[in-house]
């Protein structure tokens, strides 16, 4: 399945994270979720074969890379306190079969 | 812009009643329609797609272009639907935009 590191993260504000997902054998296309706390996921971006072909309402130090051996990373830069949420990952081969989500990194920014 | 509504933040039966969790959307285009649900402790995880007309632990869903709802029903509930249900349409392939989720609690 979809595995994602580390769990939890605390960083400060305008520090840099890079959060990783390895995703289901096979699958070509992987995307990145925002959940913030009691609310549901909001698309970031969204991976195919290790070009980014779309993005949600998310800035540009939001980024992100996908790799030839599924894995993939979410790299955000400057954090601010409002990127407290948890981060998901999912992948999939066919749109129309649904997405595989990993269980989250929780990021904490002080 | 593209928008999906879930007017119920908690839903609460008894087991054994019918349940219908509402999802409305405001879309351009015609989108693929997924309900997701995430189970205490588990991550989440796929209930069913329209395009299938599946059924899936007992839940249905049915679409409604010219109200353009797709609500998801289950005739009788059991404990074990107890969860957080979010519906999710996909314009653009795998780029879901969920709603803001319904916690169904089914009592004993």
């Known amino acids: 399945g979809v595995t994602q590191s580390p769990t939890h993260l605390i960083k400060t504000r305008g520090q840099q994270v890079t959060l990783r997902c390895s995703s289901q054998s096979g699958h070509n296309t992987v995307s990145w979720y925002q959940q913030a706390l009691g609310q549901g996921p909001q698309f970031i971006f969204q991976y195919y074969r290790e070009e980014e072909n779309g993005r949600g309402n998310f800035p540009p130090r939001f980024s992100g890379l996908q790799f030839p051996n599924d894995s993939s990373e979410l790299n955000v830069n400057a954090l601010e306190l409002d990127d407290s949420a948890l981060y998901l990952c999912?992948?999939?081969?066919?749109?129309?079969?649904?997405?595989?989500f990993g269980p989250g990194t929780r990021l904490t920014v002080l | 812009a593209q928008r999906v509504t879930q007017p119920e933040k908690l839903l609460s039966v008894f087991k054994g009643a019918p349940v219908e969790l509402k999802c409305n959307y405001s879309y351009s285009g015609s989108p693929e329609l997924f309900w997701y649900v995430q189970y205490s402790r588990q991550r989440l995880q796929l209930l069913l797609r329209?395009?299938s007309r599946e059924s899936i632990k007992g839940f249905t869903a049915d679409l409604n272009k010219g109200e353009t709802s797709f609500h998801l029903k289950k005739p009788f509930a059991q404990e074990e639907d107890s969860a957080m249900y979010y519906c999710a349409p996909d314009n653009a392939g795998n780029m879901l935009t969920f709603g803001g989720g319904t916690r169904l609690m089914v009592k004993p």
């Open positions: 329209h395009i």
């Open positions: 999912a992948s999939s081969l066919d749109p129309q079969r649904g997405q595989f």
